[in-house]
């Protein structure tokens, strides 16, 4: 229903626009604009059929508004020499039906003529292109014909219920807007940065930045000193070095959340290209409905669960990383440093997607709608998606800068909680899980009263589309239940850890494994519960990903399951999806399924792994430039979307090369240079074998001065 009212309002607007200006001057005939050839404009009007099929429409009321005025004034004063109705050129260069742009390039070279968009938003987008006089490009002096279309609608059956939303939009006038000073001042950064870069690359080389007493075999950044330290933080050379570096010192174990990182961002790729491409003028938008009904298209839904993959392994990290630090100090740490290091981790390439965003991507393009493609909402809010509120502040996620950036928010949250349950955990481990477990169940519980009190469907319905958004999808007390899965799983993989060690030292009685190293290690004695854990790991990660087919084969304009259903996929589904990715991994942890640890755990892997914050955070202005630079509508099919896909992938990868060695890498240099405290230098342990052979090689030295650069005698 509300599909077809779209098509009557585009077959409306085209009809009134037609009888809007046909009625004002009637017989009247005009000449040609200056600058144009009569052979032209004859051979546009002649291919012009079914045009005087308009006259049936009753004339469009007047109006007391005076703007109105000076457009009707306007189309009553242009005329031609050449005996061709103005009215017909008009005509050709608008579109003629649903996303079609006309010739927006031929309408805005023609004198006192302007090329507008009317955008209609119904549950879906719909956007037509039309060519009216320069007096009427503006919303002021559309309003009398808004009006109009309005009340035809409800006349032909369109229910009142059913909210129609007409903008008219001037692309070219924007198009003309000056860098401005937030432009420059992101030109600035950027070149200041490219100077550093490349300056700090020669510093090791540079006898001003080395300090006297240094050792010519040290590594640069320990004989630098402070100012070379300073543009050694930026030197390219030494970052991309680093970045494609593979020295295998970590976790071998962990060495596969690299893979699971770029899959799953590829798999968030995939999401926001259909869904922003959704949005994008479409010329079958109808076919892109139907398209939505197959089996196969829920693996673009289910890319949401890949937001939850990120989640949950953020909790993973945190709780397993901050636990080895602060356990052997019975939960006590440097807590303002470890927030401040996080906020700052998070701080500088967020400001950077921001800067680049709303002030340089805007002008890579030309395509009739770029510019207002790049309305980000952050003259008002950008303070907020700095500090990491933008979720809740503003509080509808249409007016958030920078709308991608809730992730951010929430994970940042959920942080600012972690080192206060780790401290319990280190004061006693079950008090830990509980906290963890309480604010698990707090996020269960919401989700289903929220779910039940407002209707909600699982995502993708447009009955309360939005609504889902503000309300569930993007609030931290509703998405915690992701990283509380991968909280306790870091726990546990701590206390595995601990127990591993333990187990490796040859001089401890037999030990009593924790209940968590049991279920880590019950993989390595039975390839029939390798293969339970797989195949149960499995059964949920596809569970709820392809059990969407039953919502979605309704297509977009209802809500097919029951209250208790949605309810239960709202509250479970996340949680229970990146738990089966859980027991997926853990053979992985014992040798097991070793093809899963080559294929996600590779060098490749690890390198594209530490460049997906850029690729999470540039992708979708990649996405934005892209569709906003078509001249005219698109043409959706499930193989053009994936190969947009295809395209949009590998361009985010190599573009978070650079963005990480502008906007991550120098940062994070600086902040360990400078505000990290210093590791005290290791003490070197040595066996009784060792000193023993030491002392016989001091009794061979003849001179005593070489002696006393060996190590000492036993004590």
């Given at each position: 229903?509300i599909?077809?009212?779209?098509?009557?309002?585009?077959?409306?607007m085209?009809?009134?626009?037609?009888?809007?200006?046909?009625?004002?001057?009637k017989?009247?005939?005009?000449s040609?604009?200056?600058?144009?050839?009569?052979?032209?404009?004859a051979?546009?009007?002649?291919?012009l059929?079914?045009?005087?099929?308009?006259?049936?429409?009753?004339?469009?009321?007047d109006?007391?508004?005076?703007?109105?005025?000076?457009c009707l004034?306007?189309?009553?004063?242009?005329?031609?020499?050449?005996?061709?109705?103005?009215?017909?050129?008009?005509y050709?260069?608008?579109?003629?039906?649903?996303?079609?742009?006309?010739?927006?390039?031929?309408c805005h070279?023609?004198?006192?003529?302007?090329?507008?968009?009317?955008?209609?938003?119904?549950?879906?987008?719909?956007?037509?292109?039309?060519?009216?006089p320069?007096?009427?490009?503006?919303?002021e002096?559309?309003?009398?014909?808004k009006?109009f279309?309005?009340?035809?609608?409800r006349?032909?059956?369109v229910?009142?219920?059913?909210?129609?939303?007409?903008?008219?939009?001037?692309?070219?006038?924007q198009?003309?807007?000056?860098?401005g000073?937030?432009?420059i001042i992101?030109?600035?950064?950027?070149?200041?940065?490219?100077?550093?870069?490349?300056a700090?690359s020669?510093?090791?080389?540079?006898?001003?930045f080395?300090?006297?007493?240094?050792?010519?075999?040290?590594k640069?950044?320990?004989?630098?000193?402070?100012l070379?330290?300073?543009?050694?933080?930026?030197?390219?050379?030494?970052?991309?070095?680093?970045?494609?570096e593979?020295?295998?010192?970590?976790?071998?174990?962990?060495?596969?959340l690299?893979?699971?990182?770029?899959?799953?961002i590829?798999?968030v790729?995939?999401?926001?290209?259909?869904?922003?491409g959704?949005?994008a003028?479409?010329?079958?938008?109808?076919?892109?409905?139907?398209?939505?009904?197959?089996?196969?298209?829920?693996?673009?839904?289910?890319?949401?669960?890949?937001v939850?993959?990120?989640?949950?392994?953020?909790?993973?990290l945190?709780?397993?990383?901050?636990?080895?630090k602060?356990?052997?100090?019975?939960g006590?740490?440097?807590?303002?440093?470890?927030?401040?290091?996080?906020?700052?981790?998070?701080?500088?390439?967020?400001?950077?997607?921001?800067?680049?965003?709303?002030?340089?991507?805007?002008?890579?393009?030309?395509?009739p709608?770029?510019?207002q493609?790049?309305?980000?909402?952050?003259?008002?809010?950008?303070?907020?998606s700095?500090?990491?509120?933008?979720?809740?502040v503003p509080?509808?996620?249409?007016?958030?800068?920078?709308?991608?950036?809730?992730?951010?928010?929430?994970?940042?949250?959920?942080?600012?909680?972690?080192?206060?349950?780790?401290?319990?955990?280190?004061?006693?481990?079950?008090?830990?899980?509980?906290?963890?477990a309480?604010?698990?169940?707090v996020?269960y519980?919401?989700?289903?009263?929220?779910t039940a009190?407002?209707?909600?469907g699982?995502?993708?319905?447009?009955s309360?589309?939005?609504?889902?958004?503000?309300?569930?999808?993007?609030?931290?007390?509703?998405?915690?239940?992701?990283y509380?899965?991968?909280a306790i799983?870091g726990?546990m993989?701590?206390?595995?850890?601990?127990?591993?060690?333990?187990?490796?030292?040859?001089n401890?009685?037999?030990i009593?494994?924790?209940?968590?190293?049991?279920i880590?290690?019950?993989?390595k004695?039975?390839?029939l519960i390798?293969?339970?854990?797989f195949?149960s790991?499995?059964?949920?990660?596809?569970?709820?990903?392809?059990?969407?087919?039953?919502?979605y084969?309704?297509?977009l304009?209802?809500?097919p399951?029951?209250?208790?259903?949605?309810?239960?996929?709202n509250?479970?589904?996340?949680?229970?999806?990146?738990?089966?990715?859980i027991?997926?991994i853990?053979p992985?942890?014992?040798?097991?399924?070793?093809?899963?640890?080559?294929?996600?755990?590779?060098?490749?892997?690890?390198?594209?792994?530490?460049?997906?914050?850029?690729?999470?955070?540039?992708?979708?202005?990649?996405?934005?430039?892209?569709?906003?630079?078509?001249?005219?509508?698109?043409?959706?099919?499930?193989?053009?979307?994936?190969?947009?896909?295809?395209?949009?992938?590998?361009?985010?990868?190599?573009?978070?090369?650079?963005?990480?060695?502008?906007?991550?890498?120098?940062?994070?240099n600086?902040?360990k240079?400078?505000?990290?405290?210093?590791?005290?230098?290791?003490?070197?342990?040595?066996k009784?074998?060792?000193?023993?052979s030491?002392e016989?090689?001091?009794k061979t030295?003849?001179?005593?001065?070489?002696?006393?650069?060996?190590?000492p005698?036993k004590?």
């Open positions: 229903k599909l077809l009212t779209c098509v009557i309002v585009v077959i409306l085209r009809q009134g626009i037609c009888r809007f200006t046909e009625a004002t001057f017989d009247n005939e005009h040609l604009v200056n600058g144009y050839h009569h052979e032209r404009l051979d546009i009007s002649e291919t059929t079914g045009f005087n099929a308009y006259k049936s429409f009753q004339e469009i009321p109006t007391s508004n005076e703007t109105s005025h000076m004034e306007s189309l009553r004063t242009s005329l031609s020499p050449g005996g061709v109705n103005y009215l017909k050129l008009y050709a260069l608008s579109g003629k039906s649903i996303n079609q742009l006309g010739n927006p390039e031929l070279k023609m004198d006192q003529s302007e090329w507008v968009v009317l955008k209609i938003n119904a549950g879906v987008n719909i956007n037509l292109g039309l060519c009216v320069t007096a009427c490009a503006a919303p002096e559309f309003s009398g014909f009006e279309l309005m009340r035809k609608a006349e032909l059956g229910p009142e219920d059913v909210k129609i939303d007409i903008k008219l939009m001037v692309p070219y006038q198009a003309s807007a000056s860098w000073a937030g432009g992101t030109l600035t950064v950027l070149g200041l940065i490219t100077l550093l870069g490349i700090g020669f510093t090791e080389y540079i006898p001003i080395i300090k006297p007493d240094s050792i010519p075999s040290e640069p950044e320990q004989k630098l000193n402070k070379g330290l300073t543009l050694h933080s930026f030197s390219f050379k030494n970052n991309l070095q680093k970045l494609f593979v020295n295998n010192k970590g976790d071998d174990d962990l060495a596969i690299n893979g699971i990182r770029v899959f799953s590829c798999w790729i995939a999401g926001h290209v259909f869904m922003i959704s949005g003028p479409m010329s079958n938008i109808l076919s892109m409905q139907n398209m939505m009904t197959t089996w196969y298209f829920v693996i673009v839904p289910g890319g949401f669960f890949a939850d993959v990120f989640f949950m392994m953020s909790g993973f945190t709780f397993y990383l901050l636990t080895v602060m356990y052997p100090k019975k006590w740490t440097n807590f303002p440093m470890v927030y401040f290091h996080r906020w700052f981790r998070l701080f500088t390439p967020a400001a950077f997607c921001i800067l680049l965003t709303n002030f340089v991507f805007k002008h890579l393009g030309s395509g709608s770029f510019q493609s790049w309305n980000m909402n952050c003259e008002k809010y950008w303070w907020s700095l500090i990491f509120i933008n979720n809740l509080w509808n996620n249409g007016l958030m800068c920078m709308s991608w950036f809730w992730y951010l928010a929430n994970d940042f949250e959920f942080f600012l909680i972690s080192p206060i349950i780790i401290f319990f955990y280190c004061r006693n481990k079950i008090v830990g899980y509980a906290l963890v309480l604010l698990m169940l996020n519980i919401v989700n289903m009263v929220l009190q407002n209707d909600l699982i995502i993708f319905t447009l309360g589309g939005g609504d889902f958004f503000d309300l569930v999808y993007m609030k931290p007390w509703s998405r915690f239940a992701a509380g899965v991968g799983f726990f993989y701590y206390e595995y850890k601990q127990d591993k060690k333990k187990m490796a030292d040859e401890l009685e037999e009593r494994p924790s209940l968590s190293t049991k880590m290690m019950a993989p004695y039975s390839t390798t293969y339970f854990y195949f790991g499995l059964f949920l990660t596809s569970f709820f990903v392809f059990i969407q087919i039953s919502f084969k309704e297509k304009n209802s809500n399951w029951s209250k208790t259903s949605n309810m239960l996929y509250a479970f589904g996340r949680s229970f999806f990146v738990l089966g990715l027991l997926i853990i992985t942890f014992q040798g097991r399924l070793p093809w899963i640890k080559h294929l996600l755990g590779n060098n490749t892997m690890i390198v594209l792994g530490r460049i997906t914050f850029g690729v999470y955070l540039m992708h979708i202005p990649w996405i934005i430039m892209l569709l906003a630079d078509s001249r005219q509508g698109m043409w959706v099919s499930n193989l053009n979307a994936w190969w947009l896909v295809l395209g949009i992938a590998p361009i985010s990868f190599l573009f978070a090369i650079p963005f990480s060695m502008y906007a991550e890498v120098p940062f994070m600086l902040e240079h400078f505000l990290m405290p210093k590791p005290p230098p290791k003490k070197i342990v040595l009784e074998q060792q000193v023993e030491f016989r090689i001091n030295v003849d001179s005593e001065e070489p002696k006393s650069l060996l190590l005698k004590s």
